[in-house]
């Protein structure tokens, strides 16, 4: 059955992807809700998304699953893994392909989830071989297997509901399992990417294992054994922005988590802002205003 989700908040967003666990963090008030479509299937899930504020997104594509996806309609100026965006981009995300992004808002995107036990099935009936996965987070470069993936998965866009009959399932399986066999990775350009994008990755595990929302420069230069050149590089082509400006926005979204789950009636903005490591409460709710259009107590009594 196809399913609609409107969300507001970053951590329904982060649990509304199907078959991925994806960690946002907001940056901006935005133009209204994400919006996210999804159908599942014995083979494959798939999300139909459109970002209703802006926010970066980090994850890590787990074993035995591949993630296609097709920019279905890019933003101006918008860069994703350091790559500039448009509709009708193609990107392959195989286990263990670790991405992190900046989406801004009217950025909308197709993402298909796969077994590679599916795949390698498919590629096995088709007479194609097993499928090919490299890590690569840049766009796939154009042959006539993914002009036919990418054309299935515009289809799929357009008629969500196809896909819950066996047919249409099995057609998009099959284009998917033909781009793998055909190698749709481009590892030596992809290289100093990931590299970047490594970077970042071992940055912000540092900082959830240590559950420090505002690390030092140093802290993460030692956990991504890079100099401080290197991790401010990294963060601004992943993300579009400085290490200590990822950190406050990082911050200021699990602060309005902390306040949306917390009881007014023994909770307060000062003790949850604390509790988080916040030395200067007028500036951080001053920034949190700008982000989210109303003060830290305004969030906290709002359901009260």
């Not at 002009?147 to 799929?156: K, Q």
């Not at 309005?256 to 500036?283: F, Q, Y």
Request: hydrophobic fraction near 45%; charged fraction near 20%.
């Amino acid at each position: 059955m196809v399913e609609h989700v409107e969300v507001v908040e970053v951590d329904e967003l982060s649990t509304s992807i199907a078959g991925l666990d994806i960690e946002y963090v907001r940056t901006d008030r935005g133009m209204g809700p994400n919006r996210v479509t999804f159908v599942e299937t014995d083979d494959l899930v798939v999300s139909l998304g459109r970002m209703g504020f802006s926010a970066t997104a980090n994850a890590e594509i787990p074993d035995g699953l591949v993630v296609f996806g097709l920019i279905t309609h890019g933003v101006k100026g918008a860069v994703w893994c350091g790559t500039e965006l448009e509709a009708g981009q193609l990107f392959v995300l195989t286990p263990g392909t670790t991405f992190a992004a900046n989406e801004p808002s009217g950025l909308a995107a197709t993402l298909v989830s796969m077994p590679v036990d599916s795949l390698a099935a498919a590629g096995v009936q088709l007479g194609i071989g097993e499928p090919v996965l490299r890590h690569s987070v840049e766009p796939v470069s154009r042959r006539p297997a993914t002009d036919r993936l990418a054309t299935d998965l515009w289809a799929a866009s357009a008629r969500l509901d196809l896909l819950e009959h066996g047919p249409a399932s099995a057609t998009l399986l099959e284009s998917a399992a033909g781009a793998l066999a055909d190698g749709v990775g481009r590892p030596a350009a992809a290289t100093r990417r990931l590299d970047r994008t490594k970077i970042v990755s071992d940055c912000l595990e540092f900082v959830e294992s240590s559950e420090s929302c505002q690390p030092s420069m140093s802290e993460l230069c030692r956990a991504a054994n890079a100099s401080a050149s290197s991790v401010r590089q990294a963060f601004v082509e992943v993300f579009d922005m400085a290490p200590t400006q990822y950190f406050q926005y990082r911050l200021l979204s699990r602060l309005r988590i902390e306040l949306l789950r917390a009881d007014p009636g023994e909770e307060t903005v000062t003790r949850i802002a604390s509790s988080l490591g916040v030395s200067h409460l007028g500036r951080t709710s001053g920034r949190y205003r700008a982000v989210f259009g109303e003060v830290p107590s305004q969030t906290l009594f709002a359901i009260a």
